[in-house]
């Protein structure tokens, strides 16, 4: 059942919330041992408050937008007395005392969070196997990587453990698994949505979104979730676009711009697929501009340069004292390996060599970015460059970020982007990630309406 469909009948009392939350729960069981989306999962709050919900129907009592749907919570946002460990023995005792804003404004509209979900090791990886709680698969694509770092949130739903997730997103970590498990992820124009109660992995990048099977579902939460928030100082006021809203809008002439330099860094197979959607959209009477983007190269090093110093002091409090472990003591390797690399470019000799100089890279491509989308709506193209390697592959740190090549430009920027499924190479999902403007995020949302449509259409 489609999420606009499941809404309806639970409200309608077709299905009640119950059932929502006991088939799921029927999944989790049957498939999360091989899974491990799921690194924590709350059986009697999830049915203690789908029953408060199904009372509350009988009543017949408003509800909210999201009324019964099932939500996995990726480990880094905090929801009360849910384990927030960031998937990292760091905190595996630390139990949420608060919950974070956008868990406020989803259990408001009546959603039920069902558990955490498993992710890169405090979102330091691209690949979901970092984790101390174990290494997760992708149901797309067994015994492939799910990508990172919200690989957990990208398999629970591609594995329909779940209606909706949320992750987070620094430089592709909802984007990347969208891509590799063949769902959707949003990442929203940075302070669309606030950041308070994330466990920051880099401050001036990160951004809380959704990922679903469901184009409706992304646009459901994302009305949910967006505004500004006076406990994130980060946040903005929306342009109060209603996402769902756009489901019932006519056809719109929508501008695509594609960047050749992106398909030059991406694998064949999947360019001829992001080729395919594009002649797609220009034989529906799309247009479509060929744009340049002369900065490719230093976005990789620009972005893990801040990167490093900004999680290396977002790491700072973890000493031992107030929250689990020192986390040098019980890390692995990728986190270690960032924080040591931020506190060398951090120290006073070093921060004009590296720390400035990445600073003043991302001034150049902000400006470049926004050069590109002057006179187009939306740009296009592969979402990662390559396809999500086999479980257990031995591959350098550098082979590992190559993986984000295509989604940092966003976080560097702050704007909006996506992705959405498009097609197969042998087997294994492949992603069309859009971009545009800041707080243009519904042109991406419509864009995704109509080539899904288009997609649809043709078969």
Not at 288 to 308: R, S
Request: aromatic share 8%; with cysteine.
């Amino acid at each position: 059942m489609d999420i606009a469909s499941k809404v309806e009948s639970i409200k309608d009392h077709e299905l009640t919330a119950e059932e929502n939350v006991k088939n799921f729960l029927e999944a989790i069981e049957e498939k999360n041992p091989r899974i491990n989306a799921f690194i924590e999962v709350n059986k009697e709050y999830a049915i203690k408050k789908a029953a408060e919900i199904d009372s509350r129907v009988s009543k017949g009592e408003k509800l909210g937008r999201l009324a019964g749907l099932v939500i996995g919570v990726k480990s880094n946002i905090n929801v009360k007395d849910f384990m927030v460990s960031a998937a990292s023995k760091t905190l595996e005792n630390y139990r949420g005392s608060y919950d974070a804003t956008v868990i406020e404004r989803i259990k408001r509209e009546d959603g039920i969070i069902i558990g955490m979900t498993n992710m890169d090791e405090f979102a330091a990886g691209s690949s979901t196997e970092t984790s101390y709680f174990g290494v997760t698969d992708n149901p797309a694509a067994e015994g492939r990587i799910p990508g990172g770092s919200s690989g957990g949130s990208a398999a629970a739903v591609a594995a329909q453990m779940c209606d909706l997730t949320l992750g987070s997103d620094t430089g592709g970590s909802i984007r990347n698994p969208a891509s590799h498990c063949g769902v959707y992820g949003f990442k929203p124009t940075y302070g669309l949505v606030s950041r308070q109660g994330l466990l920051d992995l880099a401050m001036s990048f990160d951004q809380i979104g959704p990922l679903a099977n469901d184009l409706y579902g992304i646009g459901l939460l994302l009305d949910v979730i967006n505004g500004y928030d006076p406990k994130d100082p980060t946040t903005i006021e929306s342009n109060g676009t209603s996402f769902t809203r756009l489901f019932d809008e006519e056809r719109s002439d929508l501008t695509f711009g594609v960047v050749k330099e992106f398909h030059e860094v991406t694998d064949d197979p999947i360019v001829d697929i992001v080729e395919d959607t594009i002649n797609s959209i220009k034989e529906e009477g799309y247009n479509v501009v060929e744009l340049p983007f002369k900065y490719i190269d230093l976005c990789l090093p620009t972005y893990y340069l801040i990167n490093y110093v900004e999680f290396f002091s977002a790491t700072r409090k973890y000493d031992g004292r107030k929250y689990g472990y020192k986390i040098e003591d019980v890390c692995g390797e990728e986190v270690l390996r960032r924080i040591q690399i931020g506190s060398y470019i951090s120290r006073k000799e070093f921060s004009g060599k590296y720390y400035r100089r990445a600073l003043q890279a991302r001034s150049l491509i902000r400006k470049e970015i926004e050069k590109v989308l002057k006179n187009v709506d939306v740009i296009i193209g592969p979402t990662v460059p390559k396809l999500p390697h086999k479980i257990g592959t031995s591959i350098t740190p550098m082979e590992m970020y190559s993986y984000d090549i295509l989604t940092v430009i966003a976080n560097l920027a702050g704007i909006p982007a996506a992705s959405m499924k498009i097609g197969k190479v042998k087997g294994i999902p492949v992603g069309l990630q859009l971009q545009a403007k800041p707080l243009e995020d519904w042109k991406i949302m419509k864009a995704m309406i109509e080539i899904e449509s288009i997609l649809k259409g043709r078969g």
